[in-house]
């Protein structure tokens, strides 16, 4: 049964039912029908048999009576009993018999013999291994007390409908039983054709790695809606493959150029014997090659992190004016370039997410600010807070960005001044800004940039408030 498939197992079911449905009622039939010919023969006895009762009478002389042809006439006493013509001798299965007093059979027929008894109500009996119904009716009216209408009736008497009902079912419901089969194996057929397509549309996507290709999804039912769920989870599937072997080989090409330079520098180095000073001096190009490349697998690691998650795992309040004004001191000691820090940073303003994220959210603003400043150049902390939003910003009045290049900054290891800083002092990975705006999305927040070539750039981070 396991190994059946949907449509033979609906079928299966469908057919045992239906044979079930036929078998019940034809059961119900055969009952109720015979208990609708036992109550039939009961009736057809008792009307009978009054309708007989009201065609005898008594007269003294027929001769005084208009005589039709059919009447029967029976001495009794010192007259006659007329049988009227209208006297039903065998009707509906229904044999009636006069008695007199004595018991003695004056007319009729009582084919199984029934005594005669006090009467009033129908009786049963067994004659012949057949079951019958009896009843005796007491006539009354002018000398007619003591006689007897004696009424039988075979409890099957009207069985022949019965029957045939019965055997025309037999060929009829079975016959209906096969067509509804045959229909709903059609039906099932039918209604499971857009799985099957679905079922070989998605084996084609997989047989052919083409994560590209849709299923046709056609009606707006419960099996399109299907298709649509498949379609959807092929494009989410596509969209993160892609992602990933963009991530390859992004990662790739950004360690590359520093394992080329470092296995230079060693070839370069060891192909003759060197002085003290040019070992160190090869050693530090190598060092700082290393730790560029210490630099990006740590953030790609921690980008790849907060870029999977959906929400913070465990949000807290943040005391974000300390948490700035902390950063702010201890950037202020760094004094690169001879940048100074002001600030202006409300107090109080506190935010639900996470403190180590929301650190290196503002390091990142300022060491870019840092990084992209100008000697002797100023940075500008603010943090703010009105009835709609909170707004943390680093401004700084350095190189600044075109607008061609604020497209770009938020993709990860873009970098619009490369040369500048991959081999200056401060060389980046390209992914501090990437980094920076997964944090914000997770706080609930975004970055925004505004910024003019040779002027400088304002990052604000801002969080709206619901
Ligand atoms: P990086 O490690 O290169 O700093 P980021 O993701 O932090 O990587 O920044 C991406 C690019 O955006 C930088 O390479 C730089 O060109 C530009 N950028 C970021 N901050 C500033 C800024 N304050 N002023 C000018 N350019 C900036």
Redesign the pocket.
């Known amino acids: 049964m396991k190994n059946l498939t949907v449509r033979v197992k609906l079928t299966l079911w469908f057919s045992v039912l239906i044979i079930l449905i036929t078998a019940i009622s034809f059961t119900l039939m055969l009952v109720i029908s015979n208990s609708v010919l036992k109550t039939n023969a009961k009736e057809a006895l008792q009307s009978v048999i009054e309708t007989n009762a009201q065609e005898i009478e008594y007269i003294a002389d027929p001769a005084d009576e208009e005589q039709e042809t059919g009447d029967q006439y029976i001495v009794y006493k010192d007259g006659y009993l007329e049988i009227d013509d209208d006297f039903l001798n065998e009707s509906y299965g229904v044999y009636t018999a006069l008695y007199d007093r004595d018991g003695s059979l004056l007319y009729g027929q009582n084919p199984i013999n029934a005594p005669v008894t006090a009467g009033g109500s129908i009786l049963k009996m067994t004659y012949g291994g057949e079951k019958y119904y009896t009843l005796c009716y007491a006539l009354s009216g002018e000398n007619l007390d003591g006689l007897t209408l004696l009424g039988t009736i075979n409890e099957n008497a009207n069985k022949t409908v019965l029957t045939r009902i019965v055997n025309l079912s037999l060929i009829v419901l079975p016959v209906l039983a096969l067509l509804a089969i045959v229909v709903g194996c059609l039906l099932a057929w039918y209604f499971l054709s857009p799985i099957r397509k679905i079922t070989s549309s998605a084996e084609s996507i997989s047989d052919g790695n083409d994560l590209s290709k849709r299923i046709e999804t056609g009606k707006n039912d419960e099996l399109g809606r299907l298709a649509d769920a498949f379609n959807k989870m092929f494009a989410r599937l596509e969209k993160s493959f892609e992602k990933e072997r963009q991530f390859t080989s992004d990662i790739s090409h950004e360690l590359r150029t520093p394992v080329a330079t470092i296995l230079a520098q060693c070839e370069l180095t060891l192909e003759k014997e060197r002085t003290a000073a040019e070992y160190k001096k090869a050693l530090n190009v190598i060092d700082r090659q290393s730790r560029r490349m210490k630099n990006t697998v740590e953030q790609m690691l921690q980008y790849t992190r907060l870029e999977r998650l959906e929400t913070l795992p465990d949000p807290a309040p943040v005391d974000l004016s300390g948490l700035f004004k902390d950063i702010a001191e201890e950037q202020k000691i760094r004094n690169i370039n001879a940048i100074t820090i002001e600030s202006d940073i409300d107090d109080g303003i506190i935010l639900n997410g996470s403190s180590d994220l929301l650190a290196g959210l503002i390091n ?2 300022i ?3 840092f ?3 100008r000697e002797n150049g100023h940075i500008f902390l603010s943090l703010k807070e009105n009835e709609n939003e909170i707004v943390l910003s ?1 401004k ?1 009045d ?4 075109s607008d061609e ?1 604020k497209q770009n ?2 993709n ?1 290891f ?5 040369a500048r ?1 991959s081999n200056g002092k401060y ?10 705006a997964a944090a914000a999305k997770l706080h609930g927040g975004h970055i925004d940039v505004e ?1 003019e070539v040779g002027r ?2 304002t ?1 604000s981070f801002i969080i709206a408030k619901n």
């Open positions: 990142n603003l060491s870019n600010a990084r992209y400043g680093v700084d350095g190189i600044g960005i290049e900054i938020f990860r873009y970098q619009a001044d490369k800083t060389s980046g990975t390209g992914l501090g800004l990437s980094i920076a910024s400088g750039s990052f």
